[in-house]
């Protein structure tokens, strides 16, 4: 068998530390911070403790690199969601639709996203990192959209600033109700099948109520 090629050799490296990455996300969300272990985040990615030293050299390092690379990510993500061509409103549907449904389809990754803010004074403890200037660029893609919205008339007239950040308001509340209401049904013991149906209508009332901001009178 003929060695790797450097290409290949970097491929793994790669691949290695998203496994990392992807465990620690799950560990993240059933645990928190403080909680999670090296040593958990190694089981759960299927590799020898000492081989995430090997990528990462602390806890601290492993969550410096996941918070930079899960914002990064939504950013990208949302910058290019409303960069696409169409009416604004229906991105801000769409988007919305999506974001939502993560709750239910990725409940670990949305989970991270819910309470990454509390942490990063621990991840980043002697830097001034504050989610809310993240958050502040973040949202510029949105605002960009509702004043082309209003431009068509798909979007009510109003200050774009405040009504970007009142629509993710809603939206990131209209998440946090929805996993609440995803554990109280399974905690009642309610069947697959209605806890689904039950969901999918939190859902489009979730929805509803973030587009009723931007939604022409």
């Given amino acids: 068998m003929s060695p790797r090629t450097k290409e290949q050799n970097e491929e793994i490296r790669k691949q290695r530390s998203r ?3 992807q465990a620690a996300i799950v560990v993240y969300a059933e645990k928190g911070y403080a909680a999670s272990e090296i040593g958990e985040i190694a089981e ?4 020898a403790r000492g081989l995430v030293y090997h990528y990462f050299k602390n806890k601290q390092n492993l969550f410096g690199q996941l918070y930079t690379h899960m914002m990064d990510r939504t950013e990208q993500f949302t ?3 409303f960069g696409q061509a169409g009416s604004a409103f229906d991105l801000f549907e769409g988007y919305a639709r999506i974001v939502c449904k993560q709750v239910l389809e ?3 990754v949305s989970h991270f996203y819910m309470r990454i803010s509390m942490d990063v004074s621990y991840i980043f403890p002697e830097e001034s990192i504050s989610p809310f200037e993240w958050v502040k660029s973040f949202m510029q893609p949105m605002e960009q959209a509702i004043v082309r919205g209003i431009s068509e008339q798909t979007i009510r007239s109003g200050n774009a600033s405040l009504m970007a950040m009142q629509f993710w ?3 990131s509340q209209g998440m946090n109700y929805l996993e609440k209401r995803q ?3 399974i905690t009642q013991g309610a069947a697959q099948s209605e806890v689904l149906k039950q ?3 939190v859902l489009e009332q979730v929805i509803e109520s973030a587009l009723a901001v931007i939604k022409p009178s």
Avoid: F
Avoid at 44 to 47: E, K, M, P, S
């Fill in 199 to 201: 969901l999918e209508m």
């Fill in 19 to 21: 496994e990392i990455l």
């Fill in 44 to 47: 759960r990615a299927g590799l």
């Fill in 183 to 185: 554990q109280e049904l």
């Fill in 106 to 108: 990725e409940p670990a």
């Fill in 169 to 171: 308001g809603a939206v």
């Fill in 79 to 81: 910058k290019s969601h």
